[in-house]
C-alpha cells in the first residue's frame, strides 16, 4: 500500500495550493479518503474526510469554506484544494486511507501516506 502526497510548498499568506495523494496497492473506490496535518509542536488534525463516492465530505472545524477535498476514482487520486491560506495553517499535510464515520463526521485511517510540507508566510 503507498499514498503518494504531493503539491506542498511555500505560499504567502492569501495564496492557494492543491495537495493530491495518488494511491496504489488497494482498491481506491472502496476506500474513505481523508487529509490530517500536523502543526509544529502541536497534535494531529482532522482536515477534511470523503466517501468512496465521494458523495459525503466531512470537514474540520477551522476549514470555513477555505479547503475543498474531492476525488477522482479513476485516477486513485484524492485532492485538497486549499484557498486563503494563512500562516497558521502551515503544518505537514498526511493524507489517509480508511473508513468515513457519518456520525462522527470524520475517518478512521487504515492507511497513512508520507506527507506534504505546507508553509505559508505572512
Known amino acids: 500500500v503507498q499514498l503518494q502526497a504531493s503539491g506542498g510548498g511555500l505560499v504567502q499568506a492569501g495564496g492557494s495550493l492543491r495537495l493530491s495523494c495518488t494511491a496504489s496497492g488497494f482498491t481506491f473506490s472502496t476506500y474513505g479518503m481523508g487529509w490530517f496535518r500536523r502543526a509544529p509542536g502541536k497534535e494531529r488534525e482532522f482536515v477534511a474526510a470523503?466517501?468512496?463516492?465521494?458523495?459525503?465530505?466531512y470537514d474540520g472545524d477551522f476549514m470555513k469554506g477555505r479547503f475543498t477535498i474531492s476525488r477522482d476514482n479513476a485516477k486513485n487520486t484524492v485532492y485538497l484544494q486549499m484557498k486563503n491560506l494563512k500562516p497558521e495553517d502551515t503544518a505537514v499535510y498526511y493524507c489517509?486511507?480508511?473508513?468515513?464515520?457519518?456520525?462522527?463526521?470524520?475517518?478512521?485511517?487504515?492507511?497513512w501516506g508520507q506527507g506534504t510540507q505546507v508553509t505559508v508566510s505572512s
Open positions: 470523503i466517501n468512496r463516492d465521494g458523495r459525503s465530505i
Open positions: 489517509a486511507a480508511g473508513t468515513t464515520s457519518q456520525a462522527q463526521h470524520t475517518i478512521y485511517p487504515n492507511y
